[in-house]
């Protein structure tokens, strides 16, 4: 139990467009999901939470307007990268939270690469 | 605030012998510690946690933890490497002062396995 998926697991786009990335909690209701960037050979970087429903509230130093997160139903979670730029680049894992527990539970990553 | 601190960046150890990974922790709550271990390019999978219960948690993989209160450690052990192992290792503790219990994560442990 507790498996969570991301789509795309790599992604290729020019620098100025816009990727979308998905997050799914596949058995179970994720009522809280977050959006980590991780650099090569670092720990994580939370980038933002988001509740179902809600508006997500990002982290100090995260571009809301460039980083769109979005938290429509109780098992998805889609990230937009908008106007993406060559320091974009990076893996970003999701991770998501059901109701009554604080343990996490991490996506695959999806690596992107902006040119 | 709570921390968690990793004591070594990397641990080199042969097939065969035991593995300790290192981590103390800060908090002014009772903490609920865990240990996730991720694969190069994957994803951080759960290996064990701390919520307030036994002392000596099993996980996966023949991996255990002691939650040590005294010495404010959670250290991370098993009794025998397998080449399987070699990963990075992350001990995290959860942020209880905010509402979406947030993780905060350590720097890393880098596990190599020799042959």
């Known amino acids: 139990g507790a498996v969570v998926s991301q789509h795309p697991s790599r992604v290729i786009c020019k620098s100025g467009t816009s990727v979308k990335i998905e997050c799914r909690s596949l058995d179970f209701q994720a009522t809280t999901m977050f959006w980590y960037r991780q650099f090569p050979k670092q720990s994580l970087m939370l980038m933002a939470t988001?509740?179902?429903?809600?508006?997500?509230?990002?982290e100090q130093g995260v571009e809301k307007d460039k980083f769109l997160i979005n938290h429509a139903s109780l098992t998805l979670s889609t990230l937009t990268v908008t106007s993406a730029h060559p320091e974009d680049s990076s893996f970003y894992i999701c991770s998501a939270r059901g109701s009554g527990g604080e343990t996490q539970y991490f996506g695959p990553g999806t690596r992107l690469l902006v040119l | 605030a709570q921390s968690v601190t990793q004591l070594d960046s990397h641990v080199s150890v042969s097939e065969g012998t035991p593995v300790l990974l290192r981590c103390n922790y800060s908090?002014?709550?009772?903490?609920?510690l865990f240990w996730y271990v991720q694969h190069p390019n994957k994803g951080l999978q759960l290996l064990l946690k701390?919520?307030?219960?036994?002392?000596l948690v099993k996980g996966i993989n023949g991996f255990e933890a002691e939650f040590k209160k005294s010495e404010t450690s959670f250290h991370l052990t098993k009794p025998s490497a397998h080449m399987s192992d070699a990963a990075e290792y992350f001990c995290v503790v959860s942020d209880q002062t905010s509402g979406t219990y947030k993780y905060i994560f350590g720097t890393g442990t880098r596990l190599k396995v020799l042959a």
């Open positions: 701390y919520t307030s219960a036994a002392t």
């Open positions: 908090s002014s709550y009772s903490p609920s």
């Open positions: 988001s509740n179902e429903g809600s508006k997500a509230t990002y």
